[in-house]
């Protein structure tokens, strides 16, 4: 009698766990990250990148999810004050995804050439306010990845790869301390509500893309956390060159006193390059540093 009720009750766990699993919704998840790299040096997301006026910033952006990829369209806004396009896109010519999407179903379109009517689309699921605050200093760029049906019968599941490296071009006239960014918001990914935003990844239900493709689902969820990139302007001047002329001398010295004593207002980037001694004061300590470098006393500050 024992034996034949530790069967049923096997029987019924596993009953229970298999009703279990069949009710459960699948999940369809990605996450979106981007790199930077600036004159030879990376940066990932959650730091402050310095870039001087004219730089060229190559930022990657990484996709993983767990799901069949259909049609991808997302759109890359960055800050105009620090950026003056975005000059050249490289896609990762031996990721899957590329792989069956190839030079022609794989396209880059910078905000200068996106047609007019174009212009208006897109644009982060913001609030008002908010979006109207957010169209004043950014403009975006469109990527799309389309499979091509046609020469492919497999759909790719499970992505982990870089998608596309593209070049922006820090603007010649971006004023020292300007802050800005490069960002794939989450808000403009299309939800039941906002289903015309150009921010989706579409899923294959099967890996031969026969199924049905869900262009929008309420189950999946996009991780946008890590795909944004601050930046910082830094003077296109070295510290001590007060007067920027490309030279540390004895004119940066007198301009420092001069500025010390009132006679002369210096701009705000002057007076980050005139602090040699970074104690936050702009007075006769710069001046004397300053002197010292043009004599070589000192060979930095």
């Known amino acids: 009698m024992k034996k034949f009720i530790s069967i049923l009750l096997s029987v019924i766990l596993t009953l ?78 031996s990721g899957k995804l590329y792989g069956v999407c190839g030079k022609t179903y794989s396209t880059f379109v910078d905000w200068e050439k996106v047609s007019a009517g174009n212009r208006n689309l897109g644009w982060p699921n913001y609030s008002a306010d908010k979006l109207a605050e957010f169209k004043k200093n950014h403009q975006f760029l469109r990527v799309t990845m389309t499979p091509n049906v046609m020469a492919t019968t497999t759909a790719v599941g499970n992505l982990n790869e870089d998608l596309i490296t593209i070049t922006f071009d820090v603007s010649s006239s971006a004023q020292p301390g300007t802050t800005g960014e490069i960002i794939l918001p989450i808000e403009s990914m299309r939800t039941s509500e906002y289903k015309t935003g150009y921010f989706y990844s579409s899923i294959y239900l099967t890996s031969d893309m026969l199924g049905d493709k869900l262009m929008y689902s309420d189950d999946q969820h ?47 980037e002057q007076k980050t ?10 007075n006769s300590s710069d001046a004397l540093k300053i002197l010292q470098y043009s004599v070589g006393s000192i060979s930095k500050f």
């Open 273 to 282: 390059l005139a602090d040699v001694n970074r104690d936050n004061k702009i």
């Open 222 to 268: 996009f991780d946008c956390s890590k795909a944004v990139l601050k930046f910082k302007v830094a003077s296109s001047a070295s510290t001590g060159d007060v007067n920027k002329d490309g030279k540390i001398n004895s004119s940066d010295a007198l301009l420092v006193l001069q500025s010390s004593v009132g006679s002369v207002t210096l701009t705000s």
């Open 16 to 93: 229970s766990c298999c009703l279990v699993f069949a009710g459960a919704k699948t999940s369809y998840n990605a996450a979106w990250s981007m790199t930077g790299n600036v004159n030879g040096t990376s940066y990932s997301s959650g730091t402050t990148i310095s870039v001087k006026p004219g730089d060229k910033v190559r930022v990657t952006l990484h996709l993983s999810n767990n799901y069949y990829t259909g049609p991808t369209c997302f759109q890359i806004f960055y800050s105009n004050d620090v950026f003056s396009k975005a000059s050249s896109g490289e896609f990762n010519k």
